[in-house]
């Protein structure tokens, strides 16, 4: 199904209730473009006497789509600037329109708005899929481009000198899917926020917030490599099999590669701050092609802490059962059962995430399925005496 959505930014002063610090002020519109470029067709026209030398108009707003490439490289889009369309300016034409008008393609502007982005897109499980953003620039108002502060005039509104390129940055955000942080309540510095302000460069918050969206971690926690996973859990068999001496009798339809990476993409999920429910969603929509799902954003304490065993128990049940019913695998059997799977892959991956090289990892895994109590998570300084001792040994 085709929708569309409005959104815009308004040139009035910002009045803002007190409100609590919130650690994720970022809100999604909860779309966002497939891989690839984004062509943005600039269509805003000749200007002269820019105060920051720009060019003209197209080459003030191309500035707020650079900004936002600086950023957007490892989300695998990024916004090429099209000039000289042939194409006039039309809704849901296919092309992305930047234009200067005094309506919304037959909608008024509100009094005190600057510009809007159309945005459509559709609709499908997970993250919905853009099509196509336009942003009309409202013609009725003064722009300029500059830095710094706002120009104010002497007389309320229309006397005032707006910046074209943080108008155009912010609408640019709403293209690649972004909200109004302060349209939640939230008091954040962000230029995302609904009303146009001092600030002229993308805040900490708009970048967290396009990086979550596109599936890029930013609770700063580094998983290990998914071949340094799969090496463990090749090494768990091995345990399993010789040191305890277990059967290759436990039943799964999921294979030992496919536990070696939803399983830690579900924990992924869940230390950022993700119910066990939206993390196993998030997984089982990566599985099913919609690609990486948004984290829930939520910053973990100093200590990386997992979910309850139990928890990591029913994924991996829930995740079998997928594997049957949706991807229509066969049984398989193993020497590592299912709960054995969520006990040491979970303690493996949470050693790593917690300070611990691939080695030590391993051994301290292994020590507690010997029985020799649970060894407590690396330090810096660990790693570093791990290193050092074995540079001794290579010379």
Known sequence: MHYRILLGLAAGMALLGSVGHSVVAYSFLGHRWPVGAIPITLQLGEATRLLDGSSDWNDCATAGLDAWNSILGRTGVWFSPVLDSPHAPAEDDGHNHVFFADNIFGTPFGTQV??????FFNIQDGVDEATESDIVFNNTKRFN????????GPEPERSNINDLRRVATHEFGHALGLDHPDGDGQDIKALMNGVIGDIDV???DDIR???TLYGISITGIQFPPRDEQFLFFLRLGDEY???LGRKQNSPSFVDTEGSAVWYPEFLRYTV????ATEATDRVFLQIQGQGIQPECGELPNDVIEFPPRDVSLTFL????ELYRTVLGRGLNFGFVDLEGKAVWLGEYLRYRVNGCDHQAAVSNVLSQIRG??????CTIADNDAVTLHGALERG
């Open 114 to 119: 600057l510009a809007v982005t159309s945005s």
């Open 145 to 152: 481009c500059y830095r710094g502060s706002r120009r104010l």
């Open 202 to 204: 993308l805040q900490p």
């Open 209 to 211: 917030g396009v990086l």
């Open 241 to 243: 099999q010789h040191t």
């Open 272 to 275: 950022s701050g993700c119910s």
């Open 317 to 320: 049940r829930d995740l079998s």
């Open 372 to 377: 020799g109590g649970i060894p407590p998570v």
